[in-house]
């Protein structure tokens, strides 16, 4: 078998895996809102970890030499370099506090890097059943249809999503606020869809054309996503405008007019 039926095995089975693990989400997202506040966590514990299982045991059985990088396996085991080995990086559910509530933007994100290049994504909410796909070097889709970055070239028409965090200390809450209130002057209006992997397909289909976010949970977040948009002719950087880094907790992206636009204002918001 060639390198393109490989990897065309590869996404096959990481859609598999990411349907199974999209209908453990739809069945507790429609159970969430009728339970207690302990209970709601609970049940994102729950899924998040059922999700992550099946998904581990569903390629393990067919790429039982790769290595393995999850939310949950990583935060039990602490950090995890990643290696040239291919590997893949699941974030089971991302979107968590979306899901307690009830706010449709949820999803189950599958990246596999093969010599720490992001070489296949998947990226599913099965909330309203979007499906995003990308292989290295053959292009982005969303339920079977190629997806493109936006055109846009004017910062100020721009819809930039990003992303609060979960810090609430006060240095890290007035940096963020002092940020987006420069940001609200250079675009057009802000975003925040509670998922860093959707956010990363918002770009690669065009819904939003920058976005940036710092200290998100790690790679799995972002894993897929930074595939998704260089395949749909967008740029994924550091929010400085330095290389991205995959395990580095920051991100920025862009279509492929605006990222020195974004890098500039950012600059000045730092």
Not at 5 to 27: P, S
């Amino acid at each position: 078998m060639g390198h393109n039926d490989v990897v065309g095995t590869y996404l096959i089975v990481a859609i598999e895996a990411a349907k199974g693990a999209g209908d453990v989400i739809r069945k507790g997202f429609y159970q969430s809102k009728h339970v207690e506040h302990k209970g709601q966590v609970d049940l994102v514990t729950e899924t998040d970890k059922a999700c992550e299982e099946l998904i581990f045991n569903h390629l393990k059985k067919h790429f039982s030499d790769h290595k393995f990088i999850g939310e949950e396996t990583s935060a039990s085991l602490g950090t995890v370099e990643l290696t040239d080995d291919p590997t893949w990086i699941v974030d089971p559910l991302d979107g968590t506090t979306n899901f307690v509530h009830g706010f449709p933007f949820v999803c189950v994100s599958i990246g596999l890097t093969i010599g720490k290049i992001p070489t296949v994504g998947v990226i599913y909410n099965p909330i309203i059943n979007e499906l995003f796909t990308a292989v290295h070097g053959q292009g982005a889709f969303l339920n079977g249809n190629p997806i493109k970055a936006s055109s846009q070239t004017e910062l100020i028409k721009a819809l930039l999503a990003t992303e609060v965090g979960t810090k609430r200390d006060q240095v890290t809450v007035d940096a963020t606020t002092n940020r987006i209130n420069t940001l609200l002057f250079e675009v057009q209006s802000l975003r925040m869809s509670g998922s860093c992997a959707l956010n990363l397909c918002g770009v690669a289909c065009g819904r939003v054309d920058i976005f940036y976010e710092l200290g998100f949970g790690g790679p799995w977040d972002v894993a897929a996503g930074v595939l998704m948009v260089q395949e749909a002719g967008g740029h994924v950087f550091d929010p400085s405008g330095d290389d991205f880094n995959l395990m580095s907790q920051r991100v920025a992206a862009s279509n492929a007019h605006l990222k020195d636009l974004l890098v500039d204002v950012l600059k000045k918001t730092a």
